[in-house]
C-alpha cells in the first residue's frame, strides 16, 4: 500500500517561496502520476498540477507562473514549490498519487497524504 506524508513549513512570509515535500513509502515513485492540490479555508479543493511518470509537468494555468513540481526518484519522493506567495496561499497542501496517466481531477487520485497546513502571514 503507498503511502504518502507531506512536509514542510508551516508558516511562509509573504513574497516568499513555499516548498513541500511529499515522501513516498510502500511502493516506487515511477509508473504514477503525482499531484498536488490544496484546500483554502472554507473553500473546494484545488488543484495545482502533476508530474507525470516520465517526469512531464502540467500546471494549472491560475499557478502555473509560480508553480513547479519536480522529483528525486533516488529518494522516493517529489517536491512543490510556489513563489511570491500571498495570504490567499494559505491553505492545507496534499500530495495525492494515482496509476497510469494524469488528471486534473483531485477525486481521480487514489492514494493521498494526510495534508499540512501551510499559512502565509509576515
Known amino acids: 500500500q503507498v503511502q504518502l506524508q507531506e512536509s514542510g513549513p508551516g508558516l511562509v512570509n509573504p513574497s516568499q517561496t513555499l516548498s513541500l515535500t511529499c515522501t513516498v513509502s510502500?511502493?516506487?515513485?515511477?509508473?504514477?502520476?503525482w499531484t498536488w492540490i490544496r484546500q483554502p479555508p472554507g473553500k473546494g479543493l484545488e488543484w495545482m498540477g502533476v508530474?507525470?511518470?516520465?517526469?512531464?509537468?502540467y500546471y494549472s494555468p491560475s499557478l502555473k507562473s509560480r508553480t513547479s513540481i519536480s522529483r528525486d526518484t533516488s529518494k522516493n519522493q517529489f517536491s512543490l514549490q510556489l513563489s511570491s506567495v500571498t495570504p490567499e496561499d494559505t491553505a492545507v497542501y496534499y500530495c495525492?498519487?494515482?496509476?497510469?496517466?494524469?488528471?486534473?481531477?483531485?477525486?481521480?487520485?487514489?492514494?493521498w497524504g494526510q495534508g499540512t497546513q501551510v499559512t502565509v502571514s509576515s
Open positions: 495525492a498519487a494515482k496509476k497510469g496517466g494524469i488528471s486534473r481531477v483531485p477525486g481521480a487520485y487514489d492514494h
Open positions: 510502500g511502493g516506487s515513485i515511477t509508473g504514477n502520476a
Open positions: 508530474i507525470s511518470d516520465d517526469g512531464s509537468t
